[in-house]
């Protein structure tokens, strides 16, 4: 869905979904799977680090934001994902699904205000503490009859689904109800 499909959310368009040119930046990022990494702080819970070596247990990394280097061990660093994950809408599509990952992806969406981020069948909901324009009616109905997958995360999709599932379901059952029973088709054989 490009920003002009995403029209159709309003106002609340930015709030939902990051916009198609940074997500066409993230994807030509230069970008290192072998190195790029997070590692363990003990004040900001993990933070971007490029792993200089490792030997013995021990891996030495480079924080990027301090250019400090660490000598930790090598459970205590985690492979990062490449720049097009970065606030990915569902982060069951990650490349590596770790902690540190999560934390990060929920935090830069928090960032951008992006409240709402799908765990594969879970949504998460992070509380923005302010009032977003993410809940009027033109948000409602652009979410109506949208498959999960077709729009952006929010509480809207998810509820929606629901309700078209139950919708469907109410269906089957009245047809299930009123097919006959096999014994009844079953035809008797003469003796």
């Not at 066409?24 to 970008?31: D, G, H, M, Y």
């Not at 891996?59 to 090598?74: C, G, P, Q, S």
């Not at 629901?162 to 269906?171: I, K, N, R």
Request: proline letters at 6%; hydrophobic letters at 35%; a neutral charge.
């Amino acid at each position: 869905m490009g920003d002009g499909e995403m029209a159709q959310y309003g106002k609340a368009a930015i709030y939902l979904r990051k916009p198609e040119k940074e997500r066409l930046e993230a994807q030509s990022k230069p970008f290192d799977a072998k190195s790029a990494c997070y590692v363990v702080d003990k004040e900001d819970l993990y933070v971007k680090g490029t792993i200089k070596k490792k030997e013995g247990g021990k891996a030495t990394v480079e924080v990027l934001e301090t250019k400090e280097e660490r000598t930790v061990k090598e459970d205590e660093v985690f492979p990062m994902n490449p720049p097009k994950f970065d606030k990915i809408e569902d982060m069951a599509m990650m490349t590596h699904l770790n902690e540190a990952s999560v934390l990060y992806n929920l935090k830069e969406r928090y960032a951008a205000w992006m409240i709402y981020t799908y765990s594969g069948l879970f949504c998460v909901t992070v509380n923005p503490y302010k009032w977003l324009p993410v809940y009027d009616a033109e948000v409602v109905t652009a979410y109506r009859g949208k498959k999960r997958m077709e729009a952006p995360p929010h509480i809207f999709s998810v509820s929606d689904n629901a309700y078209q599932f139950m919708l469907q379901a109410s269906v089957a059952s009245d047809c299930y109800a009123k097919a006959p029973l096999a014994s009844e088709l079953a035809i008797k054989k003469p003796s």
